[in-house]
């Protein structure tokens, strides 16, 4: 079992940046791929990004390119999701998830969760 907790959603403005973490315990837990999704109000959860064990591979959806930076402390077994530029659009519920079977940008293939934090950004 792997637990995850999330932290650092909050309110910012058009062109800010937060920091999420993604805190993972338990058995293995250094040792599972990690990605970050989103959800808003009446979507689908959404892939973001996500990185391999080692830290080597990502992986972004398009429209986080180049403005969010995945990233992972293997010895703290911390995940880091850094969101720069943010836009309105990129306000939801944003979720780590662990212990990826298959393709990083399916859901469906990730194991664990944590339970979200919440992002709104003001225009």
């Known amino acids: 079992q792997v637990q995850l907790v999330e932290s650092g959603g909050g309110l910012v403005q058009a062109g800010g940046s937060l920091r999420l973490s993604c805190a993972a315990s338990?058995?293995?837990?250094?040792?599972?791929?990690m990605g970050w999704f989103r959800q808003s109000p009446g979507k689908e959860r959404e892939f973001v990004a996500s990185?391999?064990?080692?830290?080597?591979?990502?992986y972004y959806s398009d429209s986080v390119k180049g403005r969010f930076t995945i990233s992972r402390d293997n010895a703290k077994s911390l995940g880091y999701l850094q969101m720069n530029s943010l836009k309105s659009e990129d306000t939801a519920v944003y979720y780590c998830?662990?212990?990826?079977?298959?393709?990083?940008?399916?859901?469906?293939?990730?194991?664990?969760w944590g339970q979200g934090t919440q992002v709104t950004v003001s225009s």
């Open positions: 990185i391999r064990v080692s830290g080597g591979s990502t």
């Open positions: 338990g058995r293995a837990s250094s040792s599972a791929s």
């Open positions: 998830a662990a212990a990826l079977v298959g393709n990083p940008r399916v859901a469906a293939g990730y194991a664990y």
